[in-house]
């Protein structure tokens, strides 16, 4: 009896840690990690209009010089992957895993950009890009660099 209930929560666990093994594989690509942090930006302040989508497609195409169904198609699976993420680890971990510290800055430079897309700053969108800058492991001197001064 104990023998099948051990061989129960085994065969369990083993289900469990293959479906998050499934979960966190390599399906996100760098250009879709990107997109959802902008979105994350975009989205903070409750409201986006076609000028901050238009905003993003633009930086998306300046990124990785995608072309205009590559642009629609990532950010249609960067909103829904947006709406439905609990944090900015499995995006912010691709990024870091791929881009240089460097990369790294343009990326936030990028979040400053789709902040300031529709004419100003709410505090909860600059909060989440010192979230993403800190994720991203930028430095404070990093971070404070990519602000614009407006």
Known sequence: MLAKISTFFKNLADDLTDNSVNQNSDDVTIELACA?????????????????QAKLALLLVEQFNLNEEEVKEVIDQALIQSEQATDFYRYTSKINQHFTIEQRITIVKHLWNMAYADGELASIEEHIIRKIADLLHLRHAEYIQTKPRK
Do not use: Y
């Open 36 to 52: 959802v942090l902008l979105c994350e930006v975009m989205r903070a302040d409750g409201h986006f209009d076609q000028q901050e």
